[in-house]
């Protein structure tokens, strides 16, 4: 691997492991609840993330040149809540402008087994032909739009295989019963999307130490976090269960003393 390529991923994982804050709902959501002022809702918490993961417009309008947080820039899109179909993606965003925007990694999805299979693959090889000549990373983030009850092993595995074949550095992905499964059939690092708020806290904590256990090197994870009202408190516990092997317990220990 190439030194820049090593390099940016390097920024990204620093210890093996990794926490991304995605904020890129607003491509296909609009005003997301707790992200309708992006640059606010992000303050407190981007010192606890290895990586933001963002549009170029929120970028550009909600996030301080000087900021030192690693960036992964949201380059597929062109779909809406409202639309036909979610899966209809396409790259929205030039290699010229990802490099120009001097981010360490890229994220596009792939819709597999959705109409618009075909197209959002060649999005992800396309963009790795591209992202490669210039040492930048690209992660697929395996998307289901609004057919959530697909996310099992059998077919996660699929799809975060088909990632990596197309040759996605990371893969995001959902996490499942029997994750294992779904990180042995994926030669690259695969990192867990938190998907719609849950519950309770516990309930994330829970299946991220499963997912973390079984073998995900980290998490892409938002909206468990910034809509939660104690968006800090998560970050706190959701990384110490990342970085430093945290049991549930010692994470609900964390989120309790940290807010307060
Ligand atoms: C949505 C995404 C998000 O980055 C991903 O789903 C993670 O966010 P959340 O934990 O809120 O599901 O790809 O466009």
Redesign the pocket.
């Known amino acids: 691997m190439d030194w820049g390529m090593e390099n940016r991923l390097a920024s990204l994982i620093p210890d093996g492991r990794c926490f991304?804050l995605?904020?890129?709902?607003g491509?296909?959501?609009g005003p997301t609840r707790k992200l309708e002022k992006p640059g606010e809702t992000i303050k407190p918490l981007l010192p606890y993330a290895d990586g933001l993961?963002v549009t170029r417009g929120v970028l550009r309008a909600c996030v301080e040149p000087t900021e030192q947080t690693p960036i992964i820039l949201?380059v597929s899109g062109g779909t809406s809540v409202i639309g036909k179909d979610l899966s209809h993606e396409a790259v929205t965003t030039s290699i010229d402008d990802i490099i120009r925007l001097n981010v360490a990694a890229v994220?596009v999805?792939v819709f597999i087994g959705s109409d618009y299979e075909h197209e959002t693959i060649m999005n992800l090889a396309n963009l790795v032909n591209e992202c490669e000549r210039y040492g930048i990373p690209v992660m697929a983030?395996n998307?289901v739009g609004k057919e959530l009850e697909k996310r099992d092993a059998r077919y996660l595995s699929l799809c975060t295989r088909i990632c990596a074949e197309m040759g996605a550095k990371v893969v995001?992905t959902?996490w499942c019963e029997d994750f294992e499964k779904v990180v042995e059939g994926c030669p690259v690092p695969v990192v867990i999307?938190?998907?719609?708020?849950v519950d309770s806290e516990k309930e994330v904590f829970e299946f991220v130490h499963d997912g973390i256990e079984r073998g995900a090197i980290g998490?892409?994870?938002?909206?468990?976090?910034?809509?939660h009202p104690h968006p800090v408190a998560m970050m706190k516990a959701l990384r110490a269960i990342v970085h430093d092997d945290a049991t549930v317990e010692e994470a609900v220990d964390i989120f309790e003393t940290s807010k307060g």
């Open positions: 991304f995605p904020i890129d709902h491509y296909f959501l993961f949201r994220g999805s983030v998307a995001k959902y999307a938190g998907g719609p708020k998490l892409n994870l938002g909206r468990n976090v910034w809509q």
